[in-house]
Structures are given as C-alpha cells and as structure tokens.
C-alpha cells in the first residue's frame, strides 16, 4: 500500500492564480482531512470528509474548496491564490473509528508570490 | 486562542539520556490526547496516545503522563537516540468531536 499520496511535492503560484492540491488514500479510510502547517502555530485543518459525497469545514477554510467523489480522492483548490496561503499542507486519513489516530501524506509545499 | 501550547520551541539533550517534551493545555473538555513525529519533508506519524482516565501509557522507549488538575502532559523519551530528532507535536481531542487541536511542536535534537 501507498498509504496517502499528495502531488506536486512543491509548487510556486502567483496571485490570483488556481490550483489543486491531489491526495489520494488506498487504506480504505473514510475520514480524510486537509491541514495546512505554518511556523509557530502547529497544524490546523482545513476541511475534511468523512465518506464521499460528505464534506465539512475545518477551523481555515477560508480561500478553499474541496470535493469528494469517491473513497481514495480528496482534492483540495485554492480558487484565488493569496500570499497568505503560502504553506506546507498536509492530507491525513484514518477509519472512522480510529480517526485520532491519523496517517499523514508527505506535503506540498506552496509559495504564493 | 491557543488551546495546545508546547512553550519550548527546541530541545537539545545527549544519546542515551532523557528527553522530556512538554505540553499544556486550557481546554478541560479535551479527553484523549496523541502525540506525533515529524521528519523534514515528511508527513507527521502518530507516535503514541493517552486518555484522560489514564496518566500513564507506555509504549517501548515512549511514555506519556498526563496530569489533569494541571492540564499538563509530557513525553518522555528513554533513552533519546539520534533517530528521535524530529519536531514533536502534541494534540489535544473532545470527545464529541473530529478535530484534533495541535501544538506548535517542539524540536528534538539528539546529539552522538
């Protein structure tokens, strides 16, 4: 198993540009949730899903969208780019009923410029 | 409002000893609390958790204490080896709810 994949690993974006952010899960997982991580303030989610067709938002949802059709995918857009989305983000799965314990993909690294 | 605060940003200590990472936090309906280790350029894994009707677990060389009247946890590593040196966040959870409220995270240094 791959576990959870993101793509691109990095990424430089002007203002006012559009752009997805890919994850992917193959553990089966139904709880799947984007983060983004900026210094000094931890991880902070940004929207999550707990099945397809379901979606939430998280404490930053400002700015972005998210979708979800099927089990494995969970796009994440930024419609606008802003300078202030420039971050590392992070997906994360898990089961439903052991979503504390949550299983990180590796990042992209975004720059808004 | 930081609900998770990990008030030392590094932590150096030597192979072999000690490592002891700290956590507060205010939020008294929080009752399940995780920690996680972070590599540079990798995703954060789960390292290990606690309850609150727990103030201990114990995992291999990972223990967990959590003190509730002082809304305090701390994670002690023994003994620290070089592999541990990664950024440590901790994460506080409500019961009732999905969102894990994380710290800023603490850099482990374990110096050979």
């Known amino acids: 198993n791959a576990g959870v994949t993101q793509t691109p690993k990095f990424h430089i974006l002007k203002t006012g540009q559009s752009m997805t952010l890919q994850c992917a899960q193959d553990?089966?997982?139904?709880?799947l949730s984007w983060y983004r991580q900026d210094p000094g303030m931890g991880l902070r989610r940004i929207h999550y899903?707990?099945?397809?067709?379901?979606?939430d938002k998280g404490e930053v949802p400002d700015g972005y969208n998210v979708s979800r059709s099927n089990t494995e995918d969970f796009p994440l857009r930024l419609e606008s780019a802003a300078p202030s989305q420039t971050s590392v983000y992070f997906c994360?799965?898990?089961?439903?009923?052991?979503?504390?314990?949550?299983?990180f993909g590796p990042g992209t690294r975004l720059t808004v410029t | 409002d930081q609900q998770v605060k990990q008030n030392s940003p590094s932590l150096s200590v030597q192979e072999g000893r000690i490592s002891i990472l700290n956590c507060d936090y205010t939020?008294?309906?929080?009752?399940?609390f995780l920690w996680y280790k972070k590599y540079p350029a990798e995703g954060p894994t789960f390292l290990i958790s606690?309850?609150?009707?727990?103030d201990k677990n114990e995992d291999g060389r990972f223990t967990v204490f959590l003190n509730k009247s002082a809304k305090h946890l701390s994670l002690h590593i023994v003994p620290s080896q070089p592999g541990d040196s990664a950024v440590y966040f901790c994460?506080?959870?409500?019961?009732?709810?999905?969102?894990?409220?994380f710290g800023e995270g603490t850099q482990l240094t374990v110096n050979p």
């Open positions: 553990m089966n997982h139904g709880y």
């Open positions: 994460a506080g959870k409500e019961t009732s709810g999905s969102r894990l409220t």
């Open positions: 899903s707990v099945a397809a067709g379901i979606t």
């Open positions: 994360a799965s898990s089961s439903l009923q052991g979503f504390d314990e949550q299983y």
């Open positions: 606690i309850s609150s009707i727990k």
């Open positions: 939020n008294s309906m929080f009752d399940y």
